[in-house]
């Protein structure tokens, strides 16, 4: 079992910075891939950057490209997604997930029973 928990949202203005970090815990070696996902108030969830650890391959929503970066630190299990010119649309709760599979992708997620492990979430909003 694979524990994530997520921090670092909070409320900022437009044009805006939060980096969101995502404490992974248990058996971490069995992640293939990990991403953050969003879903807003009345929307489907979707994913904006995910990354498949053992090769580095980073993929990001074309929402986000340019302004988001994801990252990892191995050594300390934490995910990492700086995400920059913050945009009110960019607005909503931001999961971390990860998945033994390759079952991580960009755009909206069918099912999130695809992936196999999921936070609780962490509050973005971003005022104009």
């Known amino acids: 079992q694979v524990q994530l928990v997520e921090s670092g949202g909070g409320s900022v203005q437009a044009g805006g910075s939060l980096r969101l970090s995502c404490a992974a815990s248990?058996?971490?070696?069995?992640?293939?891939?990990m991403g953050w996902y969003r879903q807003a108030p009345g929307k489907e969830r979707e994913g904006v950057a995910v990354?498949?650890?053992?090769?580095?391959?980073?993929l990001f929503a074309d929402s986000v490209k340019g302004r988001f970066t994801i990252s990892q630190d191995n050594a300390e299990n934490t995910l990492y997604l700086q995400m920059n010119s913050l945009q009110p649309e960019d607005t909503a709760m931001y999961y971390c997930?990860?998945?033994?599979?390759?079952?991580?992708?960009?755009?909206?997620?069918?099912?999130?029973?695809?992936?196999?492990?999921w936070g609780q979430g962490t509050q973005v909003t971003v005022s104009s």
């Open positions: 990354i498949y650890r053992r090769n580095g391959i980073r």
């Open positions: 997930a990860g998945s033994v599979r390759a079952a991580c992708g960009v755009g909206l997620v069918p099912d999130t029973r695809l992936l196999d492990y």
């Open positions: 248990g058996v971490i070696d069995s992640i293939y891939c």
